[in-house]
C-alpha cells in the first residue's frame, strides 16, 4: 500500500503558530508529512539562513515520526515528485492569499497533477505571519505568543 505523503512548503522566517496549526491540522490527513523549507533563495536577500528555520522546525516535531523536514530549492511541485507526495497544503489566512494559492494551484496540478489542499486559518490566528513576527521584533516587542511553544 502506498504511503499518502503531503508536502508543506514555505521560507517559514519564523516558523509561526499559525504554521504550527496547519501541520497539527493536517497531519491526521496523511502518513507522511514532509515540511519543506524555501533554501537561501536570491529573490529573499535577508533571509534567516535555511539551516537554521530547518533546525528550529525539527525541535518542533522531534517526537513526531510522521513529519520530515528538509530544505528545497526549486518548485514545490520538484518537491513533492522527489519525496512521492501527492498533495501539496497550504495555509489560508484571507481572500488574498486564496486567490494568489489557488493560481498556485491550478499551475501546480497543470504541470504534475499533484493537488493542493487548502485549510482555513483559525480565526484567531489570521492575522499571524512570518513578516507581521520578524517587524514585531525588530522593534523590542516579544513575539513568543506568535512561535509554537515547543519552539521555545
Keep these: 500500500m502506498n ?12 516558523f509561526t503558530v499559525g504554521h504550527d496549526s496547519v501541520v497539527t491540522r493536517a497531519l491526521p490527513l496523511f502518513d507522511r508529512l514532509v515540511i519543506g523549507v524555501v533554501g537561501d533563495h536570491v529573490s529573499k536577500p535577508n533571509l534567516t539562513p535555511a539551516e ?6 525539527k525541535a518542533i516535531y522531534k517526537d513526531e515520526p510522521r513529519i520530515e523536514v528538509r530544505t528545497y530549492y526549486g518548485l514545490a511541485v520538484e518537491l513533492a515528485r522527489e519525496v512521492g507526495a501527492q498533495f501539496i497544503v ?3 489566512r484571507s481572500a488574498k492569499d486564496f ?3 489557488r493560481d498556485q494551484a491550478d499551475i501546480n496540478r497543470q504541470l504534475s497533477g499533484v493537488e493542493t489542499l487548502l ?3 483559525e ?6 505571519s512570518s513578516s507581521m ?4 521584533s525588530h522593534f523590542g516587542v516579544d513575539v ?4 509554537p511553544k515547543r519552539n521555545m
Excluded at 52 to 57: F, G, L, Q, V
Excluded at 133 to 136: D, G, H, I, K
Design 52 to 57: 537554521e528555520r530547518m533546525t528550529a522546525i
Design 119 to 121: 485549510l482555513y486559518a
Design 99 to 101: 486567490e494568489y494559492e
Design 90 to 92: 497550504k495555509g489560508v
Design 3 to 14: 504511503q499518502r505523503t503531503g508536502i508543506f512548503v514555505g521560507s517559514f522566517d519564523p
Design 144 to 147: 513568543g505568543p506568535f512561535l
Design 133 to 136: 513576527v520578524r517587524e514585531l
Design 123 to 128: 480565526p484567531q490566528l489570521s492575522a499571524v
